[in-house]
């Protein structure tokens, strides 16, 4: 993207960049992107504003966790200061008894949104998906958490995101 911008952040996405890069792309005009396997990939998206995660969202999980599916979404942050590249070290935090892992699909929203009125709406709103790797501190999260899930959700790093690069480790 060089030449293009110097992040794909939420500038970049609300100001027509996704429209701009795949224009450079057709026209050969974006270089190949070179990273050494000693080098960093980092996260798809630079500075996420917010992180919005729905728990429970598959039917599968929720009966691994011994629930059954609940019938409101349920939904909570993670801190958007989690969010890593998808090679990067996740320190595992001290005290941890449970760290635990799930992959997700993210889905990348293109501009500032609320209240959609449809569907189509909402389609037009996504700039893209990128794979997350959700970490957990199950303890934290389900044992002592008071009912939310903060607490085992926001350990620093624990929102790898993006694609494994074929070159790295």
Known sequence: MRGITDDIDGRFLETGGLAKAALAHERGELPALSVRP??????PIARPHAVFCIGLNYAAHAAESGVAPPEHLVVFLTPANTVVGPNDDVA??????????????????AKRTSYLSSAGEARDSIAGYVLVNDLSERAWQLEESGGQWSKGKGAPGFCPT???????G
């Open 38 to 43: 000693s080098g960093r990939v980092g996260a």
């Open 92 to 109: 595992i935090p001290p005290g941890s008894s449970q760290t635990d892992w799930e992959v997700e699909l993210g889905v990348v929203i």
């Open 162 to 168: 993006g694609p494994r690069h074929p070159g790295m």
